[in-house]
């Protein structure tokens, strides 16, 4: 594997490069950057990343609540549609509303090479995955990539952070009245449908992959450290190319915890709003095909040229209040991509609307990138799709760089005053070359990535 | 790729943390499975050690031992925690919960309810905020999260705390996943070697089948590496107690095997091999 660091993607102008035997100022000098007033915290140096080498989004796709694919997404965020309804998921009696993706208690389910196998992976979840495959010829480049590289070399790496819970809250509905057993075919099913893995499993089986495989379950940030996961192995030589993705699908679980913790929102969430009072809950499915830029056959299109991994270490379900955590993300992030903060021309917040998490992200992003980086939460069109809120971002990151738009932040009309950032509430037509995206979770867990045009 | 192991655990029938396993895995003294522990996880702050889960606390517990026998800085390590099923006691809670006319649940209950529980929680007694990857992939969970390790600690070089952790589900969720144990397993892995290491690790990833996955010679340990997904650690743990030169083979999905050449390490930290 390639333990030098400095290629000819981080010489790029404009960008710094980083070398084995870089010094604490220029560890400085990428993380303050040309806004280097701040003063630099020395704990800044256990979260020092390396610099990475762009890999390439060769093909992305995401299905939401906007609609099914990158043009009814871009559609959707272009004329500021947005995708929540008020609560019609099963009977679900909460007043609150949901990003529920439509068609998918209808589809059909099989299909793939081998449909008497796939047929058992049949859950919402993977109906959702295979929604998500089916959407801008993503299957055709998954096989073509496995076709150039060999099934082996061809990684799954899935966020989630329910899986196919949903049937097993089902089937605990149809227990055995005398016995309390499950139901049967909910026993031979469940590690298809419900077990962590099923995601990565279902999607590995349906592209006919051979290489690593796995599931990363960190809540809200799951499918963003799946992007930091596929780097590390093309890195380490474990695999060629990987097939990057998030999925989480409505259940009870997410809807009435949400609801118990008080998160939640009994309207469309407002991020960044004065009133905000709560999230909204989606669900959605985003698949990237990940690959090195000399291998991947598509220049000028769109790459993954940071990522940065922090936790928090503070508590299950609230975010640090300094945001020390998130802070460590931007930067690991900021640094392994070469780039200074003022390199940014957009941050996809993570934006759920929550009281705690809009105020300490804006602190967090005020804290390193100043008052004037242009930022927004989409949360508003898609909802808080939890696991797969990190791949939503990647993509909604793809289509700003690649239609040179920046999205605002729909819902919201009165902006809170308290916020520091740059907050947009309107969308922006404008070129955009490089963009950073927030995502973190419940366990305190953090990941930043950056995307950039080639 | 080469590794460096530099603390060592493992917890399950028997299998009292490393100081009392280590023998039982070298096969110098007999394995008395009986013995079921009950890990405190100590290190936790008390109203966290009351209000997290068994499964919590077995992960707690190994990832503890590991940084005490290694003496190092939590703040300094990352961490990878694998887990097939993860907070299966918790889910049954919230499911039986859910399926009441009502519908509701403790919100303690719901946020425990992350896959992330361990990693949440190993964040909270520490303070650390290096990264920390969640990860399952079923039978080959331990595996998968070798990778992710040893990815982790050459990319970022950093030493990376490893903990696999599964527990028998309850009733009546059992039916669906049956798995023996409890077990838990953690190892601290390096990218360079340092005096205390135990042994060093090279690992290749392979799609030759021609041969199976390393068994352990007992049949009862056996039957447990077969039988917890965690467990699926032991042929290696096994290695690592024996300190002799062996090549561990895991299964990794039907289709892959990771193959891990031990070489001991002599107490200088360097491998007895490069001589």
Not at chain 1, 101 to 123: H, I, K, R, W, Y
Not at chain 1, 186 to 213: C, D, E, I, K, W
Not at chain 1, 327 to 339: C, E, F, N, P
Not at chain 2, 146 to 173: C, F, G, K, W
């Amino acid at each position: 594997m390639t333990q030098g660091l400095v290629d000819d993607h981080t010489k790029k102008e404009g960008t710094r490069c980083i070398d084995d035997h870089f010094t604490n100022q220029a560890v400085d000098d990428v993380l303050y950057g040309t806004r280097g007033s701040r003063n630099p915290n020395p704990l800044d140096r256990l979260v020092v990343a390396r610099a990475m080498a762009p890999l390439i989004l060769t093909c992305y796709t995401l299905v939401s609540a906007l609609g099914k694919g990158l043009n009814e997404t871009y559609q959707a965020l272009r004329n500021r549609r947005s995708g929540l309804r008020p609560c019609d998921f099963e009977d679900v009696r909460i007043t609150a509303y949901i990003g529920r993706v439509d068609d998918v208690e209808n589809m059909s389910f099989g299909g793939g090479s081998a449909p008497t196998q796939l047929e058992q992976f049949d859950c919402r979840n993977n109906r959702l995955a295979l929604l998500g495959l089916q959407q801008d010829g993503f299957i055709q480049a998954a096989i073509a990539a496995r076709e150039r590289y060999g099934a082996h070399r061809v990684a799954v790496l899935v966020g989630s952070s329910t899986s196919g819970i949903l049937e097993t809250e089902h089937a605990y509905c149809h227990r055995d009245p005398a016995y309390g057993t499950l139901p049967p075919p909910y026993l031979t099913s469940q590690r298809y449908t419900h077990n962590m893995f099923s995601a990565a499993h279902f999607v590995r089986a349906y592209l006919g992959l051979r290489g690593p495989a796995m599931v990363i379950s960190t809540a809200c940030s799951s499918s963003a450290k799946a992007f930091a996961t596929a780097a590390r192995f093309i890195k380490a030589g474990f695999c060629d190319a990987a097939v990057v993705g998030g999925v989480d699908s409505l259940c009870l679980t997410i809807l009435y915890g949400f609801s118990s913790l008080q998160l939640m929102s009994r309207n469309p969430c407002r991020p960044c709003d004065e009133d905000r009072d709560g999230l909204t809950l989606g669900e959605s499915a985003g698949f990237a095909l990940l690959e090195q830029s000399e291998h991947a056959d598509q220049p000028g299109a769109v790459a993954l040229s940071g990522y940065g991994e922090s936790c928090d270490g503070y508590h299950m379900s609230h975010p640090h209040p300094e945001g020390t955590g998130a802070i460590k993300a931007m930067r690991a992030a900021l640094l392994r991509s070469g780039l200074t903060s003022a390199d940014i021309d957009y941050i996809h917040l993570h934006g759920t609307a929550t009281r705690a998490n809009d105020s300490i992200e804006d602190a967090a992003v005020h804290s390193v990138f100043g008052p004037s980086t242009p930022c927004s939460s989409t949360k508003g069109w898609t909802g808080h799709t939890l696991g797969a809120a990190g791949v939503t971002g990647a993509v909604i990151a793809a289509l700003s760089l690649t239609r040179k738009f920046v999205p605002g932040t729909v819902n919201t009309t009165r902006l809170d005053s308290s916020l520091n950032s740059h907050v947009l509430l309107e969308n922006r037509e404008q070129p955009v070359h490089r963009v950073l995206s927030n995502s973190f979770g419940f366990g305190g867990n953090n990941c930043s990535l950056i995307f950039g045009a080639v | 790729m080469t590794l460096y192991v530099s603390g060592i655990s493992a917890l399950g029938p028997g299998l009292p943390g490393w100081a009392g396993s280590r023998a039982v895995l070298a096969g110098e003294r007999p394995w008395r499975e009986a013995f079921q522990p009950r890990p405190s996880a100590s290190m936790l702050p008390p109203n966290e050690q009351r209000r997290s889960s068994k499964t919590v606390r077995w992960a707690i517990e190994v990832a503890q031992e590991v940084l005490q026998q290694a003496k190092a800085d939590a703040h300094e390590v990352a961490s990878v925690f694998a887990s097939s099923d993860g907070e299966t006691d918790v889910l049954d809670r919230l499911c039986r919960e859910l399926a009441m006319p009502q519908r509701t649940i403790s919100p303690t209950l719901f946020h425990h309810s992350v896959h992330n529980a361990a990693s949440g929680y190993w964040g909270i007694a520490t303070g650390s905020q290096q990264s920390s990857t969640v990860l399952a992939c079923y039978d080959s969970s331990f595996c998968a999260a070798m990778l992710e390790a040893a990815a982790y600690t050459q990319t970022e070089e950093r030493p990376v705390l490893l903990v696999a952790y599964d527990l028998p589900s309850p009733p009546p969720l059992d039916a669906a996943r049956p798995l023996q144990g409890g077990f838990a397993a953690a190892l601290l892995l390096t990218r360079t070697p340092a005096p205390n290491n135990l042994v060093q690790l090279d690992l290749a990833l392979s799609n030759d089948l021609s041969e199976g996955a390393t068994c352990m010679d007992d049949p009862r340990l056996e039957a447990l590496r077969n039988g917890n997904p965690a467990a699926r650690s032991l042929p290696l743990l096994a290695a690592i107690a024996r300190q002799c030169g062996t090549l561990v083979r895991l299964e990794y999905l039907e289709d892959l095997r990771l193959l891990i050449q031990v070489i001991p390490c002599r107490s200088s930290g360097t491998p007895s091999s490069a001589e």
